[in-house]
């Protein structure tokens, strides 16, 4: 079967985690996304826009929903909940995900679990960044779009107690409103390089050693995904669904579970970083075999309602 799958609320131009991945997922999926044709299933990313909902198969990938109490959660909510009711299959990036969203939406008659993945044969074509790192012993790194939740200050503490004198931490990503706070210049051998294109941000996780992903209940970061499918050993948080694609050799931050109960987003509590937990989790990351399960997820969706039509 040679499906058509219309791609919905996706900008494939943009470098943002959802957008980024759906970008890999329309590379590897085997299906016409052309959108020209009618389609066979429509993969919305977190929230469709549609005013009616058609009898045409509708599935949704989550990427997370709202849970700030100084926010109108709710509100904020509203049309993913709507999405997600009228959804015949429900896509969750982790198991924390999925945790979270059927506490606050219900359990969903039709759901599956498919961690984001690396574009491995992209990363591999690659070449690891040189030049302004040469001469360091160990080259850490971070990147995000930054918010007081991924804990930029956290990751710097981190790689100050825990970096020999011939380290660098090289930090990239948007959002300088927040950045201009955090002081990072001042910092000696911590490096502020912006926002890179994914090409210059693969050439830096394949030169670099470590990345570290401190942020506090992410759900599943794309940018652990690449940097681990890169070589990076991954530092991580326990709270959350990062240490879920992290590895088996991530070092995790042990931190008090969360009940899921609303929470202030932007208030993460501080971390004890000689607290730390072994992780046992492993998934298979490569983009190609997450394609597949989304594919195979669409197809068996679809092949069960035309049996009860």
Known sequence: MNMNIHFENVN????????????????YI????????E?????????????????????????GIYFNKVQDYKKQNRNI?????????????SEFNKQLITRYFGEHKNSIVIHNGADVEYIESIKPLQGMLDGYEHVWCCASSWRPHKRLN?????????????????IAGGNLEYLEQVKITRTPNVFYVGELNIKYLTALYKRA????????????????????????????????????????DAIVIEEDEWDFEPVELYKPPKM?????VKNNIEVDYNMKTVAEKYRN???????????TL
């Open 81 to 93: 909940k709507r999405t997600y009711d009228n959804a015949d299959g429900v896509i969750f990036q």
């Open 30 to 37: 085997d299906a016409n996304t052309d959108g020209f044709k």
């Open 297 to 307: 997820f669409i197809k068996g969706t679809i092949n069960e309602k035309d049996k």
């Open 272 to 276: 004890d970083f000689y607290k730390k």
């Open 154 to 170: 956290e990751n710097i503490k981190y790689f100050l107690e825990h970096s020999s004198k011939n380290d660098c931490l090289v």
């Open 209 to 248: 050693d470590y990345f570290i992903h401190l942020a506090w209940l992410d759900h599943c970061p794309n940018v652990v995904v690449d940097a681990r499918a890169s070589g990076c050993q991954i530092i991580c948080s326990s709270a959350g669904g990062t240490m879920e694609i992290a590895g088996l």
């Open 12 to 27: 494939t131009q943009s470098t943002s985690g959802p957008n980024h991945f759906a970008s890999k997922l329309i590379k």
């Open 39 to 63: 389609p066979d299933a429509r993969l919305c990313f977190i929230e469709s826009q549609r005013k009616q909902f058609d009898k045409i198969p509708l599935f949704q990938r989550l990427d």
